[in-house]
């Protein structure tokens, strides 16, 4: 077994509710990362991740806001819908997007795939940080675990 070399992620009211594409073919994520921590203190971001029409990462437009008990949710949500508008008129759609990791604030970002934690298990692409989407084999599946 081994790693994927495109997820699908299917269009969603939840975690997915923003991945499609561009009107100039890119693909498209936008979410809202996290640092776990105790209580109210990781941080929270907007991220932006960007692929061209073939799923090779492109770009990642990562905002930082801060412990999450002291963010302004108001801000946060303006700039989320701002990293939206910028993307012009967009089709929310099923992608297919490569594997991909980025720093930015010290921290790690991206669909990151690990192995199984034997050696007969599966891989696993897990969104981070706060690895609140994972996914797995069948990879074209577009289905994710939380």
Not at 14 to 19: G, I, M, N, S, T
Not at 29 to 54: C, I
Not at 59 to 79: L, M, Q, T, Y
């Amino acid at each position: 077994m081994s790693a994927p070399a495109l997820v699908a992620i299917d269009h969603d009211d939840y975690h997915a509710e923003h991945v499609g594409r561009t009107s100039d073919g890119r693909q498209f994520f936008l979410t809202t990362p996290f640092e776990p921590g105790l209580g109210q203190e990781g941080n929270e971001f907007v991220a932006l991740f960007l692929f061209d029409a073939a799923g090779n990462f492109l770009e990642a437009k990562i905002d930082e806001f801060g412990p999450r008990a002291s963010i302004d949710p108001e801000r946060r949500k303006a700039v989320y819908e701002q990293r939206l508008r910028e993307l012009g008129a967009v089709t929310f759609t099923r992608i297919e997007v490569a594997p991909f990791e980025v720093e930015k604030f010290g921290t790690t970002f991206g669909l990151i795939a690990r192995p199984g934690d034997d050696e007969d298990d599966s891989w696993w692409v897990e969104l981070h940080p706060g690895n609140y989407m994972a996914f797995t084999e069948p990879w074209d599946s577009g289905e994710y675990d939380t």
